[in-house]
C-alpha cells in the first residue's frame, strides 16, 4: 500500500452562528500518525469527521492524497474511522460484524472470509470469529472496531478517542498495541485524543487545537520545549508563566531549581525570591507551590533519600538557567 496526505486547506465550518472551526490548514504526511489535541469542545471531532465525510465546511478545501474530496460522500473516500463508542452491532457475531462493511462493498464471498480472517488476525483476535460483542472485554471490542474499520483496507485511518472507554492500565497498553501496528501498516492515521501523555507517546506530530483554532503544529518534543503560546505551554505538560518586561516567559517546574535563602543571585536566566508555601511528594520528585510575590511558581525537584524536604514558609531562591527559559507569542 502506498500512504496518501492529508491537505486541509483554510477549512471553516459553523453550526448556525456558532463558528467550530476556524481557518484550519494543515498537512498530515502519508504514513504520519497524526494526532489533533484539545480540550473538549475545541472543534478535534468536528474536524475528524469532516475528513471522513461526515461533516461539511462552509469555506476551504480538503484533500486526500491531492485529490480534493469536497463534496464526495464518506463512503467513497477511502477512509475508515473508528468511532468512540465502537458502534458494534449487539446481534452480530465477531466475525459478521467485520464483514460488515464489506458486505456493503458487494465483494465476493471469499475474499470477505480471508480479510475477515486477515484482520482478526492483525488486531490479536485470531479464534474469537463467533462470539458476540457482549462476550468480549471492553479492550477486545475496540479491537473488533478496529479490525472492521482494517478489513475495508482504507487510505487513511480516523480514531476518535478510542482507547477512552479503557481502564487506565489497558489504555497504556492499547496505545502501545496501536502504535505498533500503525508502523506495521504504514497506514496514514489521525487520532483525536484530549489526553495530552495519550499524544505524546503515541503520535509522530500533533496539532494542538483550542476554540476551532490550531494553536501549534509539532513533535512532541516541539510542543513541550517549545510551546508558542501561553495555552500550549499549559495544556502539553505543565508551565509556570511569569511576566518579564512586558513580555510572557514561561518555563518547566523540573527546570527549577531551590536554594534556602538568604543564596546570591545568579547572573544568567531568572532569580526570584520566595516561600514554601506547598509541598507534596510524588515519589521520584517533590513538587514545591513557592509563592512568589501576588503569584504561585511550582519546582518539582528530584527526591532523594539524602535531601531533607525544604519546610512549607521556609524563604528560598528560585533559579532557572536562561536555556530552560521560553519566550511565549
Ligand atoms: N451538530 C452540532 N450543532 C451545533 N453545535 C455543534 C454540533 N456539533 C458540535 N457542535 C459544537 O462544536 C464545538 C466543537 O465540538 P467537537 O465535538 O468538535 O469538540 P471536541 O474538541 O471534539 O470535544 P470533545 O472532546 O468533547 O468531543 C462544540 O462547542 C460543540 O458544542
Same mark, same amino acid.
Given at each position: ?10 477549512v ?7 463558528q ?40 476551504g ?10 463534496g464526495?460522500?464518506?463512503w467513497d ?25 464489506? %458486505? !456493503?462493498?458487494?465483494?465476493?464471498r +471469499? @475474499? $470477505? ?6 484482520s482478526?488476525?492483525? *488486531? =490479536? ?17 475496540q ?5 472492521r ?47 495530552? %501523555? !495519550?499524544?505524546?507517546?503515541?503520535? +509522530? @506530530? $500533533? ?9 501549534? *503544529? =509539532? ?5 513541550f ?60 520528585s517533590?513538587?514545591?507551590?513557592v ?39
Amino acid at each position: 500500500m502506498n500512504p496518501v496526505g492529508v491537505d486541509i486547506r483554510n477549512v471553516a465550518l459553523a453550526y448556525g452562528t456558532t463558528q467550530v472551526l476556524r481557518d484550519i490548514t494543515l498537512s498530515i504526511q502519508p504514513g504520519e500518525f497524526f494526532a489533533l489535541l484539545g480540550p473538549s469542545g475545541s472543534g478535534k471531532t468536528t474536524l475528524l469527521r469532516l475528513i471522513a465525510g461526515f461533516n461539511q465546511h462552509q469555506h476551504g478545501e480538503v484533500l486526500i492524497g491531492g485529490k480534493d474530496v469536497t463534496g464526495t460522500p464518506p463512503w467513497d473516500r477511502d477512509v475508515g474511522m473508528v468511532f468512540q463508542n465502537y458502534a458494534l452491532w449487539p446481534h452480530m457475531t465477531v466475525a459478521q460484524n467485520v464483514a460488515f462493511g464489506l %458486505e !456493503e462493498r458487494r465483494i465476493p464471498r +471469499d @475474499r $470477505i472470509r480471508e480479510r475477515v480472517r486477515a484482520s482478526l488476525d492483525l *488486531v =490479536g483476535l485470531a479464534g474469537y470469529d463467533a462470539r458476540r460483542p457482549g462476550q468480549l472485554s471492553g479492550g477486545q471490542q475496540q479491537r473488533v472496531a478496529l479490525a472492521r474499520t482494517l478489513a475495508i483496507e482504507p487510505q487513511v485511518l480516523l480514531l476518535d478517542e478510542p482507547l477512552s472507554n479503557l481502564d487506565a492500565k489497558l489504555r497504556v497498553q492499547t496505545r502501545q498495541e496501536l502504535r505498533k501496528l500503525q508502523q506495521r501498516l504504514g497506514i496514514t492515521t489521525i487520532f483525536v485524543t484530549h489526553d495530552q %501523555e !495519550e499524544a505524546l507517546t503515541t503520535c +509522530d @506530530r $500533533i496539532a494542538v487545537m483550542d476554540q476551532g483554532v490550531i494553536q501549534q *503544529v =509539532g513533535t512532541p518534543f516541539e510542543l513541550f520545549d517549545h510551546p508558542v503560546n501561553r495555552f500550549v505551554a499549559g495544556f502539553v505538560g505543565s508551565a509556570n508563566i511569569v511576566q518579564r518586561e512586558g513580555r510572557d516567559i514561561a518555563f518547566r517546574p523540573h527546570a527549577v531549581t531551590l536554594r534556602k535563602a538568604p543564596a546570591p543571585v545568579q547572573a544568567e536566566g531568572l532569580s526570584l525570591e520566595g516561600e514554601i508555601a506547598a509541598v507534596e511528594f510524588l515519589g521520584v520528585s517533590v513538587r514545591y507551590d513557592v509563592q512568589v510575590g501576588p503569584s504561585r511558581v511550582i519546582a518539582d525537584v528530584a527526591h532523594s533519600r539524602d535531601l531533607a524536604p525544604l519546610a512549607i514558609g521556609t524563604p528560598v531562591v528560585i533559579g532557572v538557567p536562561a536555556s530552560e527559559l521560553r519566550p511565549l507569542d
